[in-house]
């Protein structure tokens, strides 16, 4: 049983281009989310999805676009990097939302530099 | 909006000492709480969560926490620690994110660096 994973696990940009992170879930969870992690920073929420074909700005999506084209599937895209978008993502599923009994389950992060 | 503070950004423990590690929110409503457990180059584990009734919670690893609604806390404690204890702790509250209000996610606070020395 995999549980979350998220596809790279590093890469590295220059300003500009774009690209697109995958996270796959094998638990047949509803909902899924995308933070990132920055130094001192904690995680913060980029956009969440509630079910297939669905998606929702969460508290920093600016410069993020996120398609759930499939149930176990949420991409997260970056159309022109910045270096402003260097860090940690995260992507996390959960049965049911946060406001339930049921947690989240994160991957083990994509670490994205833009140069 | 919500928010969670954690005060400390380090701390160090003696092996097989107690450890408390705080935890203060900001919400208008009843919080959601949890703790998460990140080891070095991992994601995230949960350790705990309170949603409501026993304001003492267990979790697993030998953690518990502690909801008192008068301080805005929930600070997270173990009486004895180990050294594969040592990560980053991070204390979340459930969110409201949405303009439109009824969002989901989990805010963070920036984390507690948790080293234990031999």
């Known amino acids: 049983n995999a549980g979350v994973t998220q596809t790279p696990k590093f890469r590295v940009l220059k300003t500009g281009q774009s690209m697109t992170l995958l996270c796959a879930q094998d638990?047949?969870?509803?909902?899924m989310y995308w933070y990132r992690q920055d130094p001192g920073m904690g995680l913060r929420l980029i956009h969440y999805?509630?079910?297939?074909?669905?998606?929702a700005k969460g508290e920093v999506p600016d410069g993020y676009n996120v398609s759930r084209l499939k149930k176990q599937n949420f991409l997260l895209g970056l159309e022109s990097a910045a270096p402003s978008q260097t860090s940690v993502y995260f992507c996390?599923?959960?049965?049911?939302?946060?406001?339930?009994?049921?947690?989240?389950?994160f991957g083990d992060g994509t670490r994205l530099s833009i140069l | 909006a919500q928010s969670v503070t954690q005060p400390d950004i380090h701390i160090t423990v003696s092996e097989g000492a107690s450890l408390e590690l705080r935890c203060n929110y900001s919400y208008g409503a009843t919080p959601y709480l949890f703790w998460y457990v990140q080891s070095p180059g991992q994601g995230l584990q949960l350790l705990l969560k309170?949603?409501?009734?026993?304001?003492l919670v267990q979790g697993i690893k030998g953690f518990e926490a502690e909801f008192k609604r008068s301080q805005s806390s929930f600070n997270l404690r173990k009486p004895s620690v180990h050294w594969s204890d040592a990560a980053e702790y991070f204390c979340a509250v459930g969110s409201v994110f949405s303009i439109g209000g009824g969002a989901d996610g989990l805010t963070f606070g920036k984390g507690t660096h948790l080293i234990i020395q031999p």
């Open positions: 309170y949603f409501s009734g026993d304001t």
């Open positions: 638990m047949n969870h509803e909902y």
């Open positions: 996390a599923s959960s049965y049911s939302g946060t406001y339930s009994n049921q947690p989240q389950h």
């Open positions: 999805s509630v079910g297939e074909g669905t998606t």
